[in-house]
């Protein structure tokens, strides 16, 4: 068994460990608090589904690493401080992707939880425990509840398009402009609120793109091996150079798509035309 669907094994246990607990949770959320303004909401669950979660990792694999959006700090199983080694594990977790759909009795969120080695992810499990759809991905390909998918080889006016952009912090009139283009240039445009499932779905052919910007590791460390085994493209770039990045989970801004005209048709929306141009010459690392 290749080191890959072992990793993917550790990240589907954890995700199905809690999500017993989360679906419960679900029915009566409790108490909300916010992290930066009232558009970041945080509740008790997401700490403690971190909290199971990364104890169940580290019972199987000790010596890895968890990045958490719950957490401040790169956690390690003894508690102390550590600095990865080039073949160390190291885990994105999101215990609740889309928490203000789960604080809202809105049934769109999932756990997200992704391996990485040298920068990049090699086993990811996204899971929606309401509605018992597990999307996985290891070196055998992507699957949702065990059958293989694939993305979505047509244009975007025959598709629809995931987005949570712009956001509250990124709503100017360029922003907006964006957004009515994408409208223009799409079957259909959906904000379903949470970023990790959005990818899942295009890997799932779902949708056909989703692309965002500004944001966090574990938002999308998930999505970018289920999109690229399923047979898409997902390319992180940053806001200042005409030039795609190759560690991909630290990359603010990401378009991922089914295909290469899709993805350059998101970045024309984005005012990325450098970037557009760069990919269709064939310059992107991870295409």
Not at 47 to 67: H, M, T, Y
Not at 74 to 97: C, F, K, N, R
Request: hydrophobic content about 45%.
């Amino acid at each position: 068994m290749s080191f890959s669907i072992q990793l993917a094994d550790i990240a589907e246990q954890a995700a199905r460990s809690v999500g017993g607990y989360l679906t419960d949770a679900f029915i009566t959320p409790g108490k909300v608090d916010f992290k930066v303004d009232f558009h970041d909401v945080v509740t008790v669950h997401d700490k403690e589904s971190q909290r199971r979660i990364v104890a169940a990792i580290f019972r199987e694999l000790p010596d890895s690493f968890v990045v958490g959006e719950e957490s401040h700090e790169l956690l390690s199983a003894d508690g102390s401080e550590h600095t990865p080694g080039p073949d160390d594990v190291v885990w994105y977790v999101d215990p609740i992707d889309g928490t203000s759909n789960f604080a809202a009795g809105f049934d769109h969120w999932c756990v997200s939880i992704a391996a990485a080695r040298r920068g990049k992810v090699v086993a990811s499990v996204i899971y929606q425990p309401t509605l018992g759809a597990l999307y996985r991905a290891d070196s055998r390909g992507t699957t949702l509840n065990g059958v293989p998918t694939a993305v979505l080889d047509s244009p975007l006016s025959e598709n629809l398009v995931a987005t949570q952009y712009p956001s509250s912090r990124l709503a100017d009139p360029t922003t907006m402009a964006q957004l009515a283009r994408l409208i223009g240039a799409a079957r259909g445009v959906r904000r379903p609120g949470s970023t990790a499932l959005a990818l899942a779905e295009v890997a799932a052919g779902h949708f056909v793109a989703s692309f965002n910007r500004h944001t966090h590791p574990w938002d999308v460390a998930a999505g970018i091996l289920l999109v690229q085994q399923a047979g898409g493209l997902y390319l992180g770039f940053n806001d200042s150079e005409s030039h795609f990045l190759t560690e991909l989970p630290t990359a603010p801004n990401f378009v991922a798509a089914g295909n290469l005209e899709a993805a350059a048709q998101c970045l024309r929306i984005l005012g990325r035309d450098d970037l557009a141009d760069l990919l269709l010459a064939g310059g992107a690392p991870n295409a």
